[in-house]
């Protein structure tokens, strides 16, 4: 019986796999039903110092709006978002978690956010002589004047509506 449900679930995920993003690394149930009109948090992402909120609009033109709102003045950021998604098979990206948002007023509709990450593959630093990894300021100002500073992280978001409209 274990074996039967082992492979089911790993159908499940190969099947996801080939039919789109794959499997994210957060794993989520959809979130309750949402109004019109109520702006609700989907996500904070706190190394961009960023928190994602939605909104149903009721508009048929743009029936979700998705805003990414600074989380505060002196939050220092550790990575970059971009404005736009990824490309389908883009190196380096993985998509990091799948937000769906039914809508209250029509539940045949859902707004459905992907947020992908692009780890940045830095260094390690090197081990002095008393085997610690050392940091020091002077270094990181010296590298960073020589435009040798690191790759950061990266965040994306893409957000679309799945489903049959009710209006």
Request: aromatic share 4%; hydrophobic share 45%.
């Amino acid at each position: 019986m274990l074996r039967l449900h082992t492979l089911c679930a790993g159908l499940l995920a190969a099947s996801a796999a080939i039919a789109g993003d794959g499997a994210p690394e957060i794993q989520r149930p959809p979130a309750t039903p949402q109004a019109l009109g109520v702006v609700h948090t989907l996500r904070t992402i706190p190394e961009a110092c960023t928190r994602l909120e939605g909104r149903f609009t009721g508009n048929a033109a743009a029936p979700y709006a998705l805003a990414a709102v600074r989380t505060g003045a002196r939050c220092q950021s550790r990575a970059a978002l971009r404005e736009r998604a990824p490309a389908t098979g883009a190196a380096g990206w993985i998509l990091n978690d799948l937000i769906r948002v039914p809508s209250a007023d029509c539940p045949s509709s859902q707004a459905v956010v992907r947020v992908w990450r692009k780890p940045a593959n830095g260094a390690v630093p090197k081990m002095d002589a008393q085997g610690k990894a050392r940091v020091y300021l002077k270094d990181g100002l010296d590298a960073a004047s020589a435009g040798q500073l690191g790759a950061i992280p990266q965040y994306a978001v893409a957000m679309a509506l799945e489903g049959k409209a009710c209006r």
